[in-house]
């Protein structure tokens, strides 16, 4: 049964921890022409509460993400002629993630054969929570098969052009019924699936949600990468996968609502998104302390 977010549950955040208790972030992000992307998911991250969060971009962009924030770690790792992550990367990203609370992967990255592999192997092998996005949906969609085959925790975000072609169901029969497909799907591959759009649905195949947050002025280029950062940091506090999806849905679209309040819908720009997160957390935070439930 579907229901709207319930009053969320937030990481604990103990008065003594450090940047080892929040947890450590890896995303995977960017390629030429795509750094926004990696910034963008490591500054959601950020807002999101991790304690240490670690971009490993193309080496030919790691300057370019570097220079967007200082708070957040750049890992420069091997490309192909075109600026895209080579395969020759993987092992690199195997290395530094077994020792991540989290990790994100597929803002940015453009498709090839290299990403192909490295989204295979990553998504089955690698056994700590992973947040799938982008194009590492896209690449997976080439075999459906696998997507229940996977080593840790999933959590999928795809708009429902990416869910089209992960579930191969036309994009109008998605939106007649996204909850129940939603859910199947979930069930079935065993992940949090997380569609995009108005009222985002949130779902472990029992249990479905339905974002309240969020308008039209987050329909543009970038704020599902900073969602992607922000989910990766819950998981990375502790939170459980259809948690950690359902409270960054939420905060995510409280922070665009906020956002859009002051520079109108049509204004809002993606990276409007991180600087209204910490405002966001300030109304949740709020309003559990005095007890009340979320609202819009």
């Given at each position: 049964m579907a229901t709207e977010i319930p009053p969320l549950r937030l990481p604990d955040r103990p008065a003594d921890g450090h940047k080892g208790t929040f947890g450590s972030v890896l995303i995977v992000a960017g390629s030429l022409g795509m750094s926004g992307a990696a910034a963008l998911a490591g500054l959601g991250a950020l807002r999101g509460g991790a304690g240490l969060v670690y971009l490993a971009v193309p080496e030919s962009i790691a300057p370019i993400v570097a220079s967007i924030e200082p708070s957040y770690l750049t890992i420069p790792l091997p490309e192909d002629k075109t600026g895209k992550l080579s395969i020759a990367a993987c092992?690199?990203?195997?290395?530094?993630?077994?020792?991540?609370?989290?990790?994100?992967i597929g803002p940015g990255w453009g498709q090839s054969d290299d990403l192909r592999r490295i989204v295979t192997q990553m998504y089955a092998q690698l056994e700590c929570p992973m947040v799938v996005d982008a194009d590492a949906l896209?690449?997976?969609a080439g075999a459906p098969e696998s997507l229940s085959e996977h080593a840790g925790q999933r959590i999928l975000t795809p708009h429902p052009g990416e869910f089209a072609r992960l579930d191969n169901v036309d994009t109008p029969l998605i939106q007649a019924d996204r909850r129940s497909i939603a859910a199947a799907f979930a069930e079935r591959t065993r992940t949090v699936v997380l569609l995009k759009g108005r009222e985002t649905v949130i779902t472990d195949g029992k249990t479905t949600y339905v974002n309240p947050t969020g308008n039209s002025g987050m329909a543009t280029g970038g704020t599902g990468d900073v969602l992607t950062g922000l989910i990766t940091a819950l998981l990375a506090q502790g939170l459980p996968p259809l948690e950690a999806a359902r409270t960054g849905a939420y905060l995510h679209g409280l922070a665009g609502d906020l956002a859009a309040s002051h520079f109108s819908e049509p204004a809002l720009i993606a990276s409007d998104l991180p600087r209204y997160l910490g405002r966001a957390w300030k109304v949740v935070l709020n309003r559990q302390s005095a007890g009340e439930p979320n609202a819009t």
């Open positions: 092992p690199h990203l195997f290395d530094r993630g077994r020792f991540m609370e989290a990790v994100a896209n690449l997976l």
